[in-house]
């Protein structure tokens, strides 16, 4: 068939025009390996609580876990990003490297489960301390070399519980070397470091610090998370954090960092995870909620899109129900098409 007088053009529809097609040529496929599913491990008993501000997501007690264990591998999850509220706080967050904190606990309850569960644990200190900041605070500043010294012990002792990798999330400088020396001098050389390098100062962290229980008393933590203007600073935080032994990267927020996510892709290659935050979660809920859009869709079209950027591993409070649509066959690109 001729283009009916028209100049030649190539006729891309050809493989779009069935779903064998579309599936064929596809570029980006999202499958469970690709998820870490984060989770928050509270004090008590029988605890289930939802968080008001991110529905469908759940503060747990560490009795629980083998319901919520059951369920991710019911649905082909194996790796979980763990943040712990426990029931003592204190001006030096103890209760983060205490050897029966909350986070060890559960660590070495997952493990009874199912000892092939992949356990990341966040290494911070503003879920423990009494004034919700990431170290040892001097009046309103955050002393940076004090508080390597505590995020060393919690990363100790979370390997020590049995965590398969470490995520220090603080944004201190010289963390990552402080926490590779430690592990080492502890008998711990094979625990890799999955660093949050480049985690920005964002807007889009509310309902998380609300799950969390870490809101700061006082202040904010812009004098240490990234200003979100700056995107050739991702990349020297990250050479830092690769030349101090980080095995691994994380870019948080997600979706408004796409670019520095392929940017990390183009110059790094090591695992890229890029963490889809509580805000972003929030928003495709309450949008949801309200009839404005067709959830499954938009959830799967973030998802593919935040792989598509260059992150191999997606942190997401989304992974379950996507786990979910990807058993039943509901596959993603081919969701979106009006």
């Not at 579309?22 to 570029?27: A, K, L, P």
């Not at 890799?192 to 799950?211: E, M, N, Q, T, V």
């Not at 996510?261 to 949801?288: F, L, T």
């Amino acid at each position: 068939m001729n283009n009916n007088g028209y100049p030649p053009f190539r006729r891309f529809r050809r493989l779009r025009r069935t779903e064998g097609l579309r599936r064929m040529v596809r570029e980006t496929v999202i499958n469970p390996d690709d998820f870490i599913y984060p989770m928050f491990i509270t004090a008590g008993t029988n605890v289930r609580r939802e968080v008001p501000s991110m529905p469908g997501v759940f503060q747990v007690s560490v009795d629980q876990l083998p319901r919520e264990m059951y369920e991710l591998q019911s649905l082909g999850l194996s790796s979980v990003l763990l943040f712990g509220i426990p029931d003592h706080k204190d001006e030096i967050g103890s209760s983060g490297y205490a050897e029966n904190g909350i986070i060890q606990q559960a660590v070495r309850a997952i493990k009874e489960i199912d000892d092939q569960i992949v356990v990341v644990t966040d290494v911070c200190n503003c879920e423990y301390t009494s004034h919700g900041h990431c170290g040892i605070m001097n009046g309103e500043e955050i002393l940076n070399d004090e508080t390597l010294d505590l995020l060393v012990k919690s990363a100790i002792s979370h390997a020590a519980a049995g965590a398969d990798v470490v995520a220090p999330s603080d944004m201190m400088d010289g963390r990552v070397g402080a926490i590779r020396q430690g592990l080492d001098q502890n008998g711990f050389i094979n625990t890799p470091i999955l660093s949050y390098a480049a985690k920005y100062a964002s807007a889009f962290y509310g309902p998380f610090r609300d799950a969390a229980e870490s809101v700061p008393s006082f202040g904010d933590r812009r004098s240490h998370q990234m200003d979100p203007a700056n995107r050739r600073e991702a990349f020297l935080e990250i050479e830092a954090d690769l030349d101090e032994g980080a095995d691994g990267i994380i870019i948080k927020p997600a979706m408004t960092y796409l670019d520095v996510v392929s940017g990390a892709r183009e110059r790094y290659d090591v695992p890229i995870a890029a963490y889809n935050v509580s805000g972003e979660y929030a928003m495709i809920k309450a949008a949801a909620r309200n009839g404005w859009i067709d959830e499954q869709r938009v959830i799967l079209e973030t998802m593919t899109s935040i792989k598509r950027a260059g992150a191999n591993l997606i942190i997401s409070y989304h992974a379950k129900e996507v786990a979910a649509w990807l058993q039943g066959q509901q596959l993603s690109v081919e969701a979106f098409a009006d």
